[in-house]
């Protein structure tokens, strides 16, 4: 690898507002905001959602149920005789 090329890789606090939940994750994102967490200091970034606020990840999310071409086909001309 050729030096002074790649990011900086450090732990950093990610916190989901949605739900007000802080991650610690490592990564290479570059921010000047910092919290303390447990009497440790991490780089601090905000995200909106997360995998533990997304309806998708939490199982909350409504499926709604399509007819098929044919199904919605059948639907508007069932009441054309030919």
Known sequence: MKPNIH???????FHDTAIDKY???GSTIAT???I?????T???YPIDVSSE????????Q???KSDGRVAQFNRRFKNIVS
């Open 36 to 40: 303390d967490i447990d009497g440790v």
């Open 7 to 13: 990011p900086a890789y450090q732990q950093v606090a």
């Open 62 to 64: 409504k499926l709604t």
């Open 32 to 34: 000047d905001r910092t």
């Open 23 to 25: 991650f610690i994750v």
């Open 53 to 60: 606020s997304h309806p998708f990840y939490t199982g909350k």
């Open 42 to 44: 991490y780089p601090y």
